[in-house]
Nanobody, 119 residues
Framework: QVQLVESGGGLVQAGGSLRLSCAAS????????MGWFRQAPGKVREFVAG????????NYADSVKGRFIVSGDTAKREMFLQMNFLKPEDTAVYHC????????????WGQGTQVTVFL
């Protein structure tokens, strides 16, 4: 059974930084990608950043490029999101997700961790 557990969320002042972690267990497939998504109250869930374990290729939403960095530890099957220069509009519940490379749908999701950025 695949399980994703996020951690590292919290309350931070605008301009500050946070580092989110996502620990994955029970993954049986090797060629997969992990991603970060976020959902703010009253808004649809949006993609934030992702990484492919096989190629180490990363991609980002335009809104976070230059501020957020996604990385991973393949041995520990852990993914991180370093968030810098945070803005109030980054406030959301952040979820990590896993999918097989080449598939469109994200197959597994974590419960999420709250990030709140205040002025």
């Amino acid at each position: 059974q695949v399980q994703l557990v996020e951690s590292g969320g919290g309350l931070v002042q605008a301009g500050g930084s946070l580092r989110l972690s996502c620990a994955a267990s029970g993954l049986a497939f090797t060629n997969y990608a992990m991603g970060w998504f976020r959902q703010a109250p009253g808004k649809v869930r949006e993609f934030v950043a992702g990484i492919s374990w096989s190629s180490s290729k990363t991609n980002y939403a335009d809104s976070v490029k230059g501020r957020f960095i996604v990385s991973g530890d393949t041995a520990k099957r852990e993914m991180f999101l370093q968030m810098n220069f945070l803005k109030p509009e980054d406030t959301a519940v952040y979820h990590c997700a896993v999918k097989r490379v080449g598939e469109r749908s994200w197959e597994y999701w974590g419960q999420g961790t709250q990030v709140t950025v205040f002025l």
